[in-house]
């Protein structure tokens, strides 16, 4: 069985300051890692991923990912946190049974931006 | 392009009551999933259509819950009669096959009283 968490339901960083949301999963097959974003009012949208290859990925909005088999972990990163970064985000892992992207998800981590 | 659209964004019913959530998935997309958030916790998987097949119902919590997808289009899912500990908010999300990508919608968030 997969799973996947995530420490620290809630962070707050200042504006400008570095965001590290942190990930570790498990899974008993190569993991497909994904992480979403849930902005006040919307929907979850998909930030980045990780299937195969490089194992750094950039998404949107300056966050990148980096895959550490060593570590099981996919820690969310942004050099210079804004304003319009706060939401939630969430961690999730997949062995993309392909026709099937059946998501395990972590608990979520709540991001506030302090001025 | 439309994208995932739910109905209800919110709804109120009383224990022991009848409700239905409905889920129209982006046009083309014969992956269909939903999810559900109990406050505070993990968003679970709950089912996967594939067009109007139900591929794995095995996060389906109980028999009060019930999901359909006649024609392979939009979906309901019934839940009745409600407990209280139904409450959460149900995500509903579809993709292509292969794709590696869920698009989801806005969620429609249940309280039962």
């Known amino acids: 069985a997969q799973s996947v968490t995530q420490l620290g339901s809630h962070v707050s960083v200042s504006e400008g300051a570095l965001v590290l949301l942190r990930c570790n999963y498990s899974?008993?097959?190569?993991?497909?890692l994904f992480w979403y974003v849930q902005y006040p009012n919307q929907g979850l949208q998909l930030l980045l991923k990780y299937t195969t290859g490089a194992t750094l990925v950039k998404g949107i909005n300056g966050f990148e990912a980096e895959f550490k088999k060593s570590e099981t972990s996919f820690h969310l990163t942004k050099p210079s946190a804004h304003m319009s970064d706060a939401a939630e985000y969430f961690c999730?892992?997949?062995?993309?049974?392909?026709?099937?992207?059946?998501?395990?998800f972590g608990t979520g981590t709540r991001l506030t931006i302090i001025p | 392009e439309a994208g995932v659209t739910q109905f209800p964004s919110h709804s109120v019913i009383e224990k022991g009551q009848t409700v239905t959530l409905r889920c129209d998935p982006i046009s083309g997309h014969d992956n269909l999933y939903w999810y559900r958030r109990v406050m505070g916790k993990e968003i679970k998987f709950l089912l996967h259509?594939?067009?109007?097949?139900?591929?794995?119902e095995s996060g389906m919590p109980n028999n009060r819950f019930l999901a359909e997808r006649t024609g392979g289009t939009y979906s309901t899912l019934k839940v009745q009669p409600a407990e209280l500990e139904d409450s959460g908010v149900y995500f509903c999300a579809s993709s292509l096959p292969w794709a590696g990508e869920l698009f989801f919608g806005e969620g429609s968030r249940l309280t039962v009283l």
């Open positions: 999730a892992v997949s062995d993309l049974n392909f026709g099937n992207e059946k998501l395990t």
């Open positions: 259509f594939v067009k109007e097949s139900k591929q794995d």
């Open positions: 899974s008993s097959v190569p993991p497909y």
